[in-house]
């Protein structure tokens, strides 16, 4: 028996270079537990057949000396993330047959360092939604009680890791989409800095905004995959060039908090175990200061004007002719409007048409404008903090895990779920989720770090310090 709970990359690396145990051993170790959990849980909208024959290959690589850190490592990758050769629909109807023609550039360094790949994991449809149940394939559930969301939209991502499907695993992150599932599930979730790690064939939701995200039960793990993904790509026209990737200082000393932004609207619960954070950060020698974000107040409002419109552009291509389901119709016109009407989901024909309707003429100045120059201020505002402090510190989510079937006829009250990811995607800043303990019922709670651009190293020292704090 492997111990699944606790194992680590870097445990894993040991045990297969000492030969403890193979690559192929730890994967079955997984697929017992999928066989067995993923039918309830549902982390998984495809088990790949050719895992035991990923891990043979890994295995040789411990015989001939050519193995990395990420050798035989079992990974989850969300459904939007393109692997040749195999399907990728995003969560969706109008991709279920979907087969990608090449490998997204992440999947092209994980190949290349021999991991091994689990599946593709649930999630909302093209990453629209904090639960998963906007999937076209039906919600996944939260391990740590199944009549609960895991979070979204990379759900089924963070189940494959909360639930042993999977030692760590690939989300995207738009809106807090690996950070907020993180949280629901108890687990770390790493949003990187705009253009650090590869989008290229990653099926775009907000490009301005998407980043791909590791899940992982240690903060350390993260660290691992960001270090093994990060890297400019030409293939990426948002990719940043290595001259201009230059971290502020690895400081973690000075921390802000903008206590301003949750005087309303967050749980009881969630605010007392945020500031426990803060009184244990501050009795370890951490300085914290109060800042003021006025702008940033309006994140989630600039948010969910700026990621429709990028949404509806988007989306535009799934037209019926190029990608994905087609529905036959006398002319072109209405082949576009069939196949679309029948492949969306609600949540996606609501944002291509509010999306729409603030790029329209005449709205485009009143609404997507405004948005844009906000979005500036709020970027600026965030840079301007870092002169001062090192971090920024916000509990990740206003609210534990819901119940399933809660807010799905209030898309607002579902919006809300993002309110403190936000100032990262909209000014680019890496952030990091970490565990910060539980509730009475046994719900996870989580602390949000930000850090400036690049500068992942001081959110890689500040959660290795709640880890050890907690
Ligand atoms: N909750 C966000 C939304 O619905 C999640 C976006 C994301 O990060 N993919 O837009």
């Known amino acids: ?45 495809e088990v790949f057949d050719d895992v035991l024959a990923q891990a043979d290959e890994a295995q040789k690589r411990f015989v001939d000396k050519t193995a990395t850190i990420l050798t035989g490592v079992p990974f989850g990758f969300k459904d939007n993330i393109l692997i040749k050769g195999r399907v990728a629909s995003a969560g969706s109807k109008i991709l279920e047959n979907y087969i990608a023609t090449y490998d997204s550039t992440v999947i092209k360094d994980l190949k290349a360092q021999g991991a091994v790949f689990m599946g593709r994991t649930n999630m909302d449809e093209f990453a629209m939604g904090s639960s998963t149940q906007t999937s076209y394939y039906g919600p996944s559930r939260n391990p740590k009680d199944p009549s609960r969301v895991p979070g979204g939209s990379s759900g089924g991502s963070a189940v494959a890791v909360a639930g042993e499907m999977s030692l760590v695993s690939l989300g995207t992150d738009t809106c807090g989409s690996v950070r907020e599932p993180a949280s629901f599930c108890g687990l770390v979730g790493l ?82 175990n945020f500031k426990q954070s803060i009184e244990k950060l501050k009795n370890s020698g951490h300085e914290i200061v109060e800042i003021e974000l006025p702008f940033s107040k309006y994140s989630l409002e600039v948010y969910y004007v700026i990621m429709p419109a990028e949404v509806s552009t988007n989306l ?12 036959e119709a006398d002319n072109l016109l209405d082949v576009y409007k069939k196949s679309r009407g029948a492949g969306f989901g609600e949540e996606a024909r609501r944002r291509i048409l509010l999306g729409t309707y603030v790029l329209s003429h005449g709205y485009y100045d009143a609404y997507y404008n405004k948005a844009i120059k906000l979005r500036e201020k709020i970027r600026q505002e965030i840079c301007k903090a870092f002169e001062d402090v090192d971090l920024i510190a916000t509990p990740t989510t206003p609210f534990t895990a819901f119940k399933l079937g809660e807010k799905m006829d209030d898309p607002v009250a579902m919006y809300l779920c993002d309110i403190f990811s936000a100032p990262a995607n909209l000014s680019g800043v890496p952030s990091i989720a970490v565990p910060s303990g539980e509730t009475a019922e046994g719900l996870p709670l989580s602390i949000q770090f930000m850090a400036p651009h690049f500068s992942e190293g001081s959110l890689f020292d500040i959660g290795k310090k709640i880890e050890s704090l907690r």
Request: aromatic share 10%.
């Open 191 to 272: 949003k990187p800095t705009y253009g650090s790690l590869s989008r290229h064939g990653i099926i775009a939701m907000g490009n301005s905004l998407d980043q791909a995200a590791p899940f992982s039960k240690t903060v350390r793990d993260s660290e691992i995959i960001f270090n093994a993904l990060s890297r400019y790509d030409k293939e990426d026209s948002t990719s940043v060039p290595d001259a201009l990737r230059v971290p502020k200082k690895s400081s973690s000393k000075k921390i802000g908090v903008p206590w301003h932004l949750f005087k309303e609207g967050v749980d009881g619960v969630v605010i007392e």
């Open 316 to 327: 535009s291509r799934f037209d019926g002719i190029r990608y994905g389901l087609s529905k």
């Open 1 to 45: 028996m492997i111990d699944l709970k606790n194992l680590t990359i870097e445990k894993a690396h040991q045990a297969f270079t000492t030969g403890e145990f193979t690559c192929r051993e730890l994967a079955e170790e997984y697929l017992k537990v999928i066989k067995e959990k993923n039918t309830e849980l549902y982390a998984y909208i």
